[in-house]
């Protein structure tokens, strides 16, 4: 009896995969760095500005698989680098506030982590780190410690998504506690209401005083 004939094994496919160690993120930050700083000193908006064609280099016109990840993942390095360079310089939002108001909290990471914000090099190493973090590609010694305070319970693995959604839950509770406007508000009712009395009892003593004299005037 003669075997029954075999399918022939499936040509194996090339796997694709974007290049992903520290070394090429690293470029691409210091690259995307330098484009944003010089935006910026041209004094353009950085909102406005989109990843530069010359940065995405072969992968900027190709339409095949392994271009277009290239592409989407140089965008993605390109648009977090700009979120982050963004937020270090961002206007302080106590610099014009009135004296009596309690400072605003500021819930960014990067708000003035940069010691030198007029170093570019400084600039460039303090983003790619950060970076290099939220890919998982630099090990943070103290990330063991710093998931047992944040998240005392649970024993299951967690990855850099967990660690970004409880960075995010901290952010957000500070917001659910803070009563400042609730209490600046109060305050302003209770200003508002000492005036009401201050202004009413001086019409009083002003009525009383022309009252008086009118009285004098007739004897």
């Not at 796997?15 to 690259?31: N, S």
């Not at 360079?85 to 940069?114: G, H, T």
């Amino acid at each position: 009896m003669a075997e029954p004939k075999r399918p022939p094994p499936k040509p194996c496919e090339p796997l694709l995969a974007v290049p992903h160690t520290a070394e090429d993120v690293e470029v691409l930050v210091h690259d995307a760095a330098e484009e944003l700083w010089r935006w910026k000193e041209l004094g353009h908006d950085l909102h406005s500005i989109s990843i530069p064609t010359k940065l995405l280099g072969c992968a900027s016109k190709g339409l095949d698989i392994e271009s277009t990840s290239k592409r989407v993942y140089k965008q993605a390095v390109f648009d977090l680098t700009k979120e982050i360079f963004e937020e270090i310089f961002a206007e302080d939002p106590n610099l014009n506030q009135p004296v009596w108001m309690k400072p605003c909290r500021i819930n960014s990471s990067y708000f003035r982590r940069v010691k030198n914000p007029n170093n570019l090099d400084e600039i460039k190493n303090f983003i790619a780190t950060e970076v290099l973090k939220l890919f998982s590609l630099k090990k943070e010694p103290n990330n063991k410690t710093d998931w047992q305070k944040m998240m005392k319970f649970g024993r299951k693995k967690r990855d850099r998504v967990d660690h970004i959604l409880v960075q995010e839950l901290h952010e957000e509770e500070a917001q659910w506690v803070n009563y400042d406007e609730d209490e600046l508000c109060v305050k302003m009712q209770l200003a508002d209401g000492i005036f009401e009395t201050l202004i009413r009892d001086t019409i009083d003593v002003l009525n009383q005083i022309s009252e008086k004299q009118g009285r004098v005037l007739l004897v």
